[in-house]
C-alpha cells in the first residue's frame, strides 16, 4: 500500500525560529501533495498544494511568505514555518496523490508548539 | 504497511437507504478513531468520532460502531442524502504516538437518486 511519513513527528521551538517539516512518499511517486492544518477538536484545513517542480498553490488567508512549501522531487515535500509564533502551533499533516488517481494517503502528522 | 485499512475504494447508496462505510486497524494500541468527509477540492471534514471505552456514537444521522475485538470499525448514514456524497476518510490515533492520525485510504461514497 502507498505509504506517506513525516518528519518529524513533534517539535517545539522557540518564538521567532524557523521549522522545517518533510513529507515524504515512501513508496510511489507523488506529484501532487497537499499540506492542511489542523486546530484541536477542528477539521483539518488545505493550507496550500504543491506540484512537483512548480510553485505551490496557497489557499486563501495562508501567507505564503511564512509558510515556505517546496515541492523539489517525487517523493519528498517540504512545508518551513518562518518566523514562528506561538499562535502557529498546530497539528501539520500532509497527503500524496499519485498522478491519475484521486485518492489522497495521508501522513501522520507533526505537532509544533511554538513557546 | 497500513495500519488503517478502507478496503472498499468506492461504494454506491441508493437515496434514502442507509450508507455503511468500513474501516480495519492492525494497532491495538490505537484508542481514538475519526472519520472525516472530504468533497473535490476542500480539505477533510471532521464528522464524528470514537474513543475506545466506547463502543457506539451517535451523532444525528450518523452513527459509528466499534469493535474492539475484530479491530473494525463502520460509519451508518441513515438515511443517506444526495449531499452526503463524498470520499470518507477514517482515522485512528494512540496516547502513546502523541495522537498522531493514521489515515485510510479513503472511500468514495456515491448516493444514486
Known amino acids: 500500500g502507498a505509504v506517506v511519513s513525516q518528519h518529524p513527528s513533534r517539535v517545539i521551538c522557540k518564538s521567532g525560529t524557523s521549522v522545517k517539516i518533510e513529507c515524504r512518499s515512501l513508496?510511489?511517486?507523488?506529484?501532487?501533495m497537499f499540506w492542511y492544518r489542523q486546530f484541536p477538536k477542528q477539521s483539518l484545513m488545505l493550507m496550500a498544494t504543491?506540484?512537483?517542480?512548480?510553485?505551490?498553490?496557497?489557499e486563501q488567508g495562508v501567507e505564503k511568505d511564512k509558510f515556505l512549501i517546496n515541492h523539489a522531487s517525487l517523493t519528498l515535500s517540504t512545508l518551513t514555518v518562518t518566523s514562528a509564533h506561538p499562535e502557529d502551533s498546530s497539528f501539520y499533516i500532509c497527503?500524496?496523490?499519485?498522478?491519475?488517481?484521486?485518492?489522497?494517503?495521508f501522513g501522520p502528522g507533526t505537532r509544533l508548539t511554538v513557546l | 504497511d497500513q495500519q488503517v485499512k478502507q478496503n472498499s475504494p468506492s461504494l454506491s447508496v441508493q437515496e434514502g437507504r442507509i450508507s455503511i462505510l468500513n474501516c480495519d486497524y492492525t494497532n491495538s494500541m490505537f484508542d481514538y478513531f475519526l472519520w472525516y468527509k472530504k468533497y473535490p477540492a476542500e480539505g477533510p471534514t471532521f464528522l464524528i468520532s470514537?474513543?475506545?471505552i466506547k463502543d457506539k456514537n451517535e451523532d444525528g444521522r450518523f452513527t459509528v460502531f466499534l469493535n474492539k475485538s475484530a479491530k473494525h470499525l463502520s460509519l451508518h448514514i441513515v438515511p443517506s442524502q444526495p449531499g452526503d456524497s463524498a470520499v470518507y476518510f477514517c482515522a485512528a490515533s494512540a496516547r502513546d504516538s502523541n495522537y498522531q492520525l493514521i489515515w485510510g485510504a479513503g472511500t468514495k461514497l456515491i448516493i444514486k437518486p
Open positions: 513508496d510511489f511517486q507523488a506529484t501532487t
Open positions: 470514537i474513543s475506545s
Open positions: 497527503s500524496a496523490k499519485r498522478q491519475g488517481i484521486d485518492t489522497q494517503y
Open positions: 504543491s506540484n512537483e517542480g512548480s510553485k505551490a498553490t496557497y
